[in-house]
């Protein structure tokens, strides 16, 4: 059993590491967008070359939007089943049966304690 001073020290400490990592990733969007407009195109800079990409992704929108009917259709995956639809099927107390247990990697949340 780990003792409840470590295991206090260790959360505040996690809490404040998630917190140094929103300050870093909100400091670089900063950093990055004060270079301003730039082409895409590589950049060398000091130690480091800085590539300017586009930053693309597929759009489903635009392919049903430019894809034939038949062309869309063919790109189409098997449905997933939808969480909350099978929730509303089988009520809260049955789905839990449908919940899987996964090995770690563990999701930890931790929220600061605050009045009120």
């Not at 900063?30 to 992704?57: C, W």
């Not at 969480?83 to 990697?105: F, H, R």
């Amino acid at each position: 059993m780990i003792e409840k001073d470590y295991f206090d020290r260790a959360v505040r400490k996690g809490a404040l590491i998630k917190a140094q990592i929103k300050m870093l990733e909100e400091d670089y969007k900063e950093t990055m967008k004060s270079l301003g407009d730039l082409e895409f195109r590589k950049y060398p800079a000091g130690d480091y070359i800085l590539e300017v990409q586009h930053n693309r992704a597929f759009s489903p929108k635009l392919a049903k939007e430019l894809l034939s009917k038949e062309e869309y259709a063919s790109i189409l995956a098997a449905p997933k089943p939808d969480p909350a639809k099978a929730k509303a099927l089988v009520g809260a107390e049955d789905y839990e049966l449908l919940m899987a247990d996964y090995p770690v990697p563990y999701k930890f949340v931790i929220k600061e304690v605050t009045d009120g």
